[in-house]
């Protein structure tokens, strides 16, 4: 294997996922992983820009942080790239006005939005909310619309969490797709422009991360 | 447009639906279609045979015909081919033992099948049983086993009630199908085998059926 400091040749900047690296999510916000909080406090001491890119979407960035910062990780919420911030760009930049499936832990980072007369839908982790009563909802104002969409934070299949493993919104926009025969855009991880997103934060072009 | 004796010429069997054509679902059993109990009732007197094929799966077939026969339908259980008892069929020929995530107006069609350490999943129309907790329930399931097996209760992706569009079992199976990395078995239309094993039980061919 190649020293660190070849391995890093030319990079400037490092993306840190967030749950699964900095942390195991579940109740009361789950347990760090170890070593990780060290780990960041090294590479924050170095001279590489880092950010956190995470498809979080049950809690707000602040929330997020606060859990963090109490497990001692050195995380500010500017630092953090999330879906629902991006979301909100979107949203704003196309006019758009969402009717929310999403976890009432979320829900402050739509406060600025208008959620009036709803022409499109954004689905995101929203677990328990995730009833029949409230995945019909969304359905219906998909079948309404004239040109429907629907935005999904993220699309992961499922996540693990310290009692098991979980359905994630990935499912669940399946689930839409299939009943209104549409395609959701999908904002965060894998799509190639959030990743790029979270680099022009951080001022770094793609070749200079890790 | 062709005299009926013309276009019924080698029929011998008639398959009906039952949603939709005989009568609208809703509430409290919803409404017959104008016309649907003496067109039947016509059928009846003709020298066709006469059996329903239906992918209703929220409702047991003694509870459906009951309904069905108050509205006036001459209709018995023995004449309906429906996705429940041909999946215990399946369930017992393969010694599969059920996970059930169905609605609670079906389960008595699966009273006599052994549901204890299930190596499968059935999944029905559940409408409001499609909680978080019931969906994220079956997921697991299917996670633990080497080979997951998914049966679903037909693949509609929604219907209409009286109050509005609803989600159909489609919908739900696509989200586990997703979340697995699975495709599900269909038990209903549009099944080929479906189709067959309701003709077989009219005595009736494909070729002499409409």
């Not at 996922?17 to 070593?35: A, K």
């Not at 497990?71 to 879906?83: L, R």
């Not at 669940?172 to 934060?201: D, H, N, R, W």
Request: charged share 20%; net charge negative.
């Amino acid at each position: 294997m190649a020293a660190w400091s070849e391995r890093l040749a030319g990079v400037r900047g490092v993306l840190l996922d967030i749950s699964g690296v900095l942390h195991d999510s579940g109740e009361g916000g789950g347990v760090p992983i170890p070593g990780s909080v060290e780990a960041l406090a090294r590479l924050k001491r170095s001279q590489l820009k880092v950010r956190f890119c995470t498809n979080e979407s049950q809690k707000s960035r602040g929330d997020l942080v606060g859990l963090l910062r109490h497990m001692g990780f050195d995380i500010s919420e500017d630092e953090v790239t999330a879906p629902a911030p991006a979301t909100c760009l979107i949203l704003k930049e196309r006019g758009l006005r969402p009717h929310l499936l999403i976890h009432d832990g979320i829900r402050s980072e739509f406060a600025q939005i208008d959620t009036s007369n709803p022409n499109c839908v954004v689905i995101a982790d929203a677990g328990e909310s995730f009833s029949y009563q409230n995945m019909n909802k969304a359905f219906q104002v998909l079948m309404e619309l004239d040109n429907p969409v629907l935005i999904s934070l993220g699309k992961g299949r499922y996540y693990k969490e310290t009692s098991g493993l979980m359905l994630d919104v990935g499912a669940y926009t399946k689930a839409l797709e299939y009943a209104c025969g549409i395609k959701a855009e999908v904002v965060g991880k894998p799509a190639p422009g959030y990743f790029q997103s979270a680099l022009q934060e951080m001022g770094v072009e793609s070749h200079e991360a890790q």
